[in-house]
């Protein structure tokens, strides 16, 4: 897997004064827009887009996010209903308070450029998407290595803009490794267009290096103005044909790739979700976006009422020194997190989503260390996390910190049933309350395929071209599932009449356990994790465990703090590795005649591309995180089922993918 340090990209991030926004980007709107518009209409978008339902452009460079503007305003004067995809790559990104100031020289104004200004991600390695619902536009920014990028991405762009810092400098050379991932992230019959004044050798090269990938290359003068000799020479390129499919070596892993692209294109669009908590809300909402009928089941008589059920729920990232799959997850999804709940909170203001801070205290001298190394290593920006002495973080949470700790500013707590509840209510979606699903069924002997969710009882099946199983721990109790490795794991809150409580936190204090600000008169203290317990009984030990680990951030507290406590216990559904599985659901028995021999580790041979029930998915496994994760993953999900581009990597993607405990349990056996 490719890892990455959460780290801010390093440039000066000093505001520019005027003079020094003009003298860095010399040239006017006007130009920049009509530059933009060139390279559209000589990569005939404004033809194509209007003959699909969904359109990809996909750009290098993002610079200014002018090019990106331009597109999104023509867009929207011609494209009604339709969705649009934009991704932008950039290795360095301008810091908001540069762009702010550029906008203003400019005098650009806009609605999209406005919620960009608002939205705009920090500058850390990664992919951030940005909804502009309004303009049925999804904006991917990819912040870091152009190359790296690329060899992470998987999708087929209808259009490619080689943009460059801004309109007046010419494209960046194209090297044969960039232009085959450009040839691969390529659609059948898309172009590619970018300006190419400047050094003609390295034009020439890049143009070789193209046509080599498999593009056909041709070129054009741009008029930008009445004066002749401004004209900017464009060159074009079309992927007339696809290469042959490649085949798989076993270091490709060609049982984590996703399925094919396009299977529920022709159908009818109809999902059913096993699950009525946060993930099966959240997946249903990205479907109802994208135009699937989407039904959500549960065993309970309402939304909500097993994990999902707590009190609260807390954001926040989660860090390592080496920056493993589960950091680059949480800190991706906790940025997501905090835009999904933004766009809920404009639409519903009585959602309770509170981005009060959260004061991180180290358990032991031992965490502190890896703590300060972490923060000494990755030059993580402020914005998101700094370090405070134990004054400052009792200053800031009006309690009497023991250890110094992180501030993270952005983070807070919020509602996870009134979630579901808004995402129901905003989206109409359908729910089926008191069924408990026991059998799946593919029924393939029609020309109408689909999948029969079998209650128990007497009562009628429900039908669906996908099912997905976002029902936690029971996501396995399936015949096409149980091979699926999922714990439970019991966790307990503490309730803590605020008026009798010596403390008063104005922010989440967290550690081995979290205390949140004052909720419906209690404050909220958890939470223990219990392996293999799924009762849901309230506990007296479990209390007395949850104050011992608190003490251990605020020093003893009296006993009249511990009494007359309430409480909750939920289950949580926790995989081997940690990480949430979401994907697509292979057979088993057919995996292993497909890769036995790439669990004996044969690299001589090649191997099949991957193969699943056709519309079967996963979406569980997020244990104590579900809040920074569940929004993107099933935004994640929701893409991959509608064969759009998704907002995770490739290696995000496998990490996640539910047949890599597949590979591990037939290496097991075979190696035995």
């Known amino acids: 897997m490719l890892t990455v340090k959460a780290t801010e990209l390093q440039f000066n991030s000093d505001p520019l004064s005027s003079s020094e926004v003009t003298q860095s980007y010399p040239f006017s709107l006007p130009q920049a827009e009509h530059a933009c518009q060139q390279l559209l209409l000589a990569s005939q978008v404004s033809q194509r887009w209007q003959q699909q339902d969904n359109f990809h452009i996909a750009e290098l460079g993002f610079s200014t996010g002018i090019t990106f503007l331009t597109t999104a305003k023509l867009w929207q004067q011609e494209n ?14 301008i810091a908001i308070d540069q762009l702010r100031q550029l906008y203003q020289q400019l005098g650009l104004s806009s609605v999209c450029a406005e919620q960009l200004l608002v939205e705009y991600p920090d500058r850390l390695q990664g992919q951030h998407r940005i909804h502009f619902a309004a303009a049925n536009i999804k904006l991917d920014l990819y912040w870091g290595d152009i190359t790296e990028v690329i060899s992470e991405l998987e999708f087929s762009a209808d259009a490619w803009i080689l943009g460059a810092r801004h309109p007046s400098q010419a494209m960046l050379p194209y090297s044969a490794a960039l232009s085959d991932g450009l040839f691969r992230l390529t659609a ?11 050094d003609d050798s390295l034009r020439q090269q890049s143009e070789l290096n193209l046509q080599a990938a498999g593009f056909e290359i041709e070129a054009k003068i741009s008029h930008n103005s009445e004066d002749q000799a401004d004209q900017q020479p464009i060159l074009i390129g079309v992927k007339a044909r696809q290469k042959d499919t490649p085949s798989f070596t076993l270091k490709d892993k060609s049982w984590l790739h996703a399925q094919a692209h396009a299977k ?8 059913l979700i096993i699950g009525a908590g946060l993930s099966g809300f959240c997946t249903a909402a990205a479907l109802k976006k994208r135009g699937w009928q989407v039904r959500v089941v ?15 729920a807390i954001l926040m990232p989660r860090l390592s020194v080496d920056h493993d799959a589960q950091s680059q997850l949480t800190l991706l999804g906790f940025e997501y997190s905090l835009r999904f709940l933004n766009h809920l909170k404009a639409q519903f203001p009585e959602l309770k989503w509170d981005a009060c801070g959260v004061i991180q205290v180290a358990r032991d001298a031992k965490q502190w260390q ?44 919020t509602i996870p049933a009134q979630i579901c509840s808004l995402l129901q209510q905003q989206y109409d979606i359908e729910f089926i309350a008191n069924t408990e699903i026991v059998s799946l069924q593919y029924n393939d002997d029609t020309d109408n395929k689909q999948w029969l969710a079998k209650p128990s009882g007497n009562q009628a099946a429900l039908s669906a071209d996908v099912v997905i199983l976002a029902n936690a721990e029971h996501a396995n109790q399936f015949v096409q599932t149980e091979w699926c490795p999922l714990s439970p794991k019991r966790g307990q809150i503490s309730l803590i009449p605020s008026q009798s409580f010596s403390q008063h936190p104005q922010c989440i204090l967290c550690s081995d356990v979290y205390l949140t600000p004052e909720i419906d008169n209690s404050y909220v203290l958890g939470a223990s994790f219990i392996s293999d317990d799924t009762a849901t009984d309230i506990r007296a030990s479990e209390h007395a465990d949850n104050f011992i680990k608190l003490e251990k951030m605020l020093g003893t507290l009296a006993d009249k703090d511990k009494s007359n406590l309430g409480g909750r216990a939920a289950i949580r559904a926790v995989s081997p590795d940690r990480l949430p599985i979401v994907g697509a659901v292979a057979d088993s028995a057919r995996f292993r005649q497909l ?10 041979q090649d191997y099949a591309a991957a193969q699943y029930y056709d519309g079967l998915y996963l979406n569980t496994a997020f244990g104590s995180r579900g809040l920074a994760w569940i929004p993107l993953c099933s935004e994640a999900l929701a893409s991959e089922i509608s064969a759009q581009p998704n907002p995770l990597n490739r290696s995000l993607r496998q990490a996640v993918h539910p047949s890599r405990f597949l590979m591990r349990a037939l290496q097991q056996l075979l190696n035995k």
């Open 264 to 271: 529920h294109a022709s159908k009818t669009k109809t999902a």
């Open 595 to 604: 890769y036995e021999r790439a669990a004996l580790g044969d690299t001589r």
């Open 188 to 198: 059948t019959a898309g172009y590619l267009a970018g300006i190419t004044q400047g």
């Open 298 to 312: 549960d065993r309970n008589k309402a939304p909500a009422m097993a994990g999902s059920g707590n009190q609260n």
């Open 80 to 93: 009604k209903g339709k969705q649009l995809v934009f991704s932008s790559i950039e290795a360095e990104p």
């Open 370 to 413: 890896r703590m300060q190394r972490l923060y000494e290593q990755e030059a993580i920006p402020e914005s998101l996390l700094c370090r405070v002495s134990k004054e400052q973080a009792s200053d800031y949470s009006h309690c009497a910190i023991t250890e110094p700790a992180w501030w993270i500013a952005k983070a807070g707590w």
